[in-house]
């Protein structure tokens, strides 16, 4: 009894142990996947030069049917509401660009209006919380975007191109878009010492 409570106990043990190690790897695999999706996105120093026109082919207005958004959300004003499908984000525009709006989702932080002609930029926080920014870097080009107001009502965006700028680096806001409809979200990524950007024109 006693050498059988012995080998049941090691046996138990062991498990225990290839249960941490599993456990180990699968955190290890995360932590080098999260920077390697980092890493692969190029840093861009200095003046951008715009992907647009070498990515993009000629675009069409693709308005679909109209939908509504609420026009406060927890007390701030909301400007439009902007669905990602590959990462499964919906999230609020706050109109205007406040610390204490940031808290609480996406704000408007330069540029046009939503859906007109032009460069909407989006700022969110990288924070791990579903209506933020953090899984923007799991987005690839060629993913598609949209974008809601209640102007223009739905809109459908294509994801150009993928990169990180210094935060001194105001590139990513320019608003020359030939004409364009074009979405540009920005969140940290590197402990803030870069800003991710993505960029989507108007399908």
Known sequence: MGNRRIRRKNKIRKIIRIIILLIIVYILFRISYGFYKENKIRLVEGRYESKLEKNVEKTTKTITKKEYIPEDYLGFKVAARLIIPTIELETNILEEYTEEGMDICASKFWGTEPNEIGNFCIVGHNYNKENMFSNLINLNIGDEIYLIDNKNGKITYT???????????????????AGKRIITLITCVNYSNNRLIVQAVEN
Do not use: A, E
Request: neutral net charge; proline residues 11%.
């Open 159 to 177: 994801i150009f191109d993928i990169y990180k700028v210094k935060p001194q680096n105001t590139s990513p806001l320019d608003q020359n878009t």
